[in-house]
């Protein structure tokens, strides 16, 4: 019985392990591999692309050669968008209209590019207590009109309706008059009354009664004047941007943007529109290039800080709301027009003919295939 286990145990072990099925076949090599990877704050799934595919298309710079893919809502992964940052030199570059206006037009140009992620302004405290021209003639122009409307020559098309109750005056003055009297008096209670409480009960006061009045603040944008200047800063935040008052020094703004540039260089970045004509950007703008960042200035003059830039936007047509897509279109070094690098890297496998026409004129220099890179 022995002898019997033990020479089935021999033929066991020296029995080739038995062949697959035939059905069972190897699934070919993927040119695209995707990989998940465990953020803190959602799944993404990065999509690289192998050596050898890479290398058949020398055009391709290194930061294609990944996408980071992020799931939506509906569980579809798609590519993450790029990061936008939007630095803005007010000393150089006010507003030559309505704050409020510019910044929004400014944060939609960013949207072009990517997802913007942060719009800083930066300037002394003379550019928020300094009245342009434009806005000390309208103040002018509508003293005037109450005045008119008040002796009667003026008759208003309209009745004006006070936004925060509802009360009809006839004359601007006369609404004037009443949300003085009532309803900043109101305001005045509530402050007092903030600064009497601590601790809950004071976050909870302000969240109630003093942030969430958006009624008020709606209608004394238009009805109160401010002491000081004409409201750059608060307008500017009401748009979402950070506006930072720097030291009263010479090129005190300058450093303060030049120190978020180099931030920025290091946050990941893709893309960074600055708003100046001022030159003394000019080596920022080289780093920024050098470190594959996508650069847009936007400012009156196409000169130093545009021959740096990849693209150049007039600020004027900026504020004016006259950019159009065309305007947009960004220019590689070697000439061409790139809309959308992406495009690119998802289609490899559609250009596989015609980089075997090309390849002949892609190995003539080294130096064409240095200047052929793409933002």
Known sequence: MNLLCKSIEILSLTLPPPPPPPFLHQIPPSPFKFTTTTTTGSRQCRRSITPSLASDHPSTPASMSEIDMVPTSQGIYTAKPKK???????DNKPPRGPPYAAAMALKTIGNHFGEVVDVSAYANRHAFIHLPHWVLKQRRDQRRNDILERKGVITPAETYICSVCGRKCKTNLDLKKHFKQLHEREREKKMNRMKQLKGKKRQRFKEKFVSNDHKYMEAARTLVTPKVGYGLAAEL?????????????????????????QHSLTRGVDWMVLVSDDSDFAEM???????NLGTVVVGDWDRALGRQADLWVPWNRVENGEITEDDLVVRSRNGEFVDDVDEQVLNLDDEDEDDDDSSDYLSDSEDDEEDDWYI
């Open 237 to 261: 935040k009401r748009a979402g941007v950070f506006v930072k008052t720097v030291e009263d020094k010479p090129q005190a703004a300058d450093w303060a943007l030049k120190r978020q540039m």
């Open 285 to 291: 703008l080289k780093r920024a290039r050098a470190s």
């Open 84 to 90: 936008v940052v939007i630095l803005w030199d007010l």
